[in-house]
């Protein structure tokens, strides 16, 4: 039996290989995330005359995230 994941009606089929890239992939997830709820740990911490700045470095790291999860789709269409 060959090994991965596939819907019966799915034109994408993910592989074994496919499987292990996007494994590695989403543990890049976990840490963007980790790195955001320190981010945020920090902005809470803030005095005012800090949050504007803390408030840019918690856009960015929303924003590095989103562009980190929006490659997901790639690997599971081969495209990355």
Not at 33 to 41: G, H, Y
Not at 55 to 78: C, P, Q, V, W, Y
């Amino acid at each position: 039996a060959s090994y991965g994941y596939s819907g019966f009606f799915d034109t994408v089929q993910v592989g074994e290989a496919e499987l292990a890239q996007l494994h590695e992939f989403d543990l890049g997830l976990i840490s963007k995330i980790n790195e955001i709820l320190e981010t945020l740990e920090k902005l809470a911490d803030l005095e005012e005359s800090e949050l504007k700045k803390g408030i840019r470095t918690m856009k960015s790291a929303l924003d590095a995230f989103s562009r980190h999860f929006e490659k997901r789709d790639n690997i599971l269409k081969g495209v990355e």
